[in-house]
């Protein structure tokens, strides 16, 4: 499985960015597909993830009521809305796809089977 994550850039606080997250190869094999960040000088973390076949989500509390996930399937795509950025939401943002319940995701940050190269996310103050 290979993923592709694109949209990450500069915004300033209070403001919204798309993350895409693109499946190619064997996806019929994962069961989920989601995203984790990692600030600079940090540990990587859990922000939200979405199975691929009933579509249930699971989200980080950082980013509850502020990220949402979605797919779209038929582009083996899976998005990343972010409202309300903070500061404090700056970091490198990593797709990334595993077989495990979503709700043992956040104790997987580094041993998940597939993951995209990450793209950067700066808030502004």
């Known amino acids: 499985v290979q993923l592709q994550a694109s949209g990450g850039g500069l915004v300033q606080a209070g403001g919204s960015l798309r993350l895409s997250c693109a499946a190619s190869?064997?996806?019929?094999?994962?069961?989920?597909i989601g995203w984790f960040s990692q600030a600079p000088g940090k540990e990587r973390e859990f922000v939200a993830g979405?199975?691929?076949?009933?579509?249930?989500?699971y989200y980080a509390d950082s980013v509850k009521g502020r990220f949402t996930i979605s797919r779209d399937n038929a582009k083996n795509t899976v998005y990343l809305q972010m409202n309300s950025l903070k500061p404090e939401d700056t970091a490198v943002y990593y797709c990334?796809?595993?077989?495990?319940?979503?709700?043992?995701?956040?104790?997987?940050?580094?041993?998940?089977?597939?993951w995209g190269k990450g793209t950067l996310v700066t808030v502004s103050s």
């Open positions: 990334a796809a595993d077989n495990r319940p979503l709700r043992s995701w956040p104790q997987a940050a580094y041993g998940m089977d597939y």
């Open positions: 979405i199975s691929r076949g009933i579509g249930s989500t």
């Open positions: 190869g064997r996806t019929f094999s994962i069961n989920a």
